[in-house]
Antibody, heavy 119, light 108 residues
Framework: QVHLVQSGAEVKKPGSSVKVSCKAS????????LSWVRQAPGQGLEWMGR????????NYAQKFQGRVTITADRSTSTAYMELSSLRSEDTAVYYC????????????WGQGTLVTVSS | EIVLTQSPGTLSLSPGERATLSCRAS???????LAWYQQKPGQAPTLLIYGASTRATGIPDRFSGSGSGTDFTLTISRLEPEDFAVYYC?????????FGGGTKVQIK
């Protein structure tokens, strides 16, 4: 059973960047894909992008292209999501979520990381 | 990107009633790569259905999914108190995944 543990809450200033981590345990890290999904207060789920660690391949939602970078460190089974040029609308809970493969649903989720953007 | 439109936005029902939730895709989904999730306040989503109609491990059989192409349905045959939550559909058949806007099932 895969277990995903994310880093703690962050408070950031507008214009800055944030980097959230997601450490996986319980399964071979490289075998699956890792997505990042965010949820603004009272809003729905928004898929941001994903990485296939074994290939180092990433896909990003058009909305976040150029502003988000997803990376993975296979030696520590940890994925990272960095979002730059933060604005107040980026205030949200950010989740990492695992899929067993490229054409598989997300079936394990981290606990979520609250990122607050405020001056 | 494939756009998913869920309806209705809110469904007000009583325990024991049947719930029917709709998810429409802007283009046909290959091999029915459509999933449904349940989310309760303060929690991460839980996978209910994948492949449009296959229940995930441990999901009660009162939850069922159907549909193909662009039109998909999640049915809860008899609502239990713990089923009142928000439900999202997700397509995972393209390199860019997307979620629907969600349907809130609330107690009438």
């Amino acid at each position: 059973q895969v277990h995903l543990v994310q880093s703690g809450a962050e408070v950031k200033k507008p214009g800055s960047s944030v980097k959230v981590s997601c450490k996986a345990s319980g399964d071979t890290f490289s075998r699956f894909t890792l997505s990042w999904v965010r949820q603004a207060p009272g809003q729905g789920l928004e898929w941001m992008g994903r990485i296939i660690p074994i290939l180092g391949m990433t896909n990003y939602a058009q909305k976040f292209q150029g502003r988000v970078t997803i990376t993975a460190d296979r030696s520590t089974s940890t994925a990272y999501m960095e979002l730059s040029s933060l604005r107040s609308e980026d205030t949200a809970v950010y989740y990492c979520a695992r899929s067993s493969g490229t054409y598989e649903p997300t079936n394990s989720w981290g606990q979520g990381t609250l990122v607050t953007v405020s001056s | 990107e494939i756009v998913l439109t869920q309806s209705p936005g809110t469904l007000s029902l009583s325990p024991g009633e049947r719930a029917t939730l709709s998810c429409r895709a802007s283009q046909s989904l290959s091999s029915s790569y459509l999933a449904w999730y349940q989310q309760k306040p303060g929690q991460a989503p839980t996978l209910l259905i994948y492949g449009a109609s296959t229940r995930a491990t441990g999901i009660p059989d009162r939850f069922s999914g159907s549909g193909s192409g662009t039109d998909f349905t999640l049915t809860i045959s008899r609502l239990e108190p713990e089923d009142f939550a928000v439900y999202y559909c997700q397509q995972y058949g393209s390199f860019l995944l997307t979620f629907g806007g969600g349907t809130k099932v609330q107690i009438k």
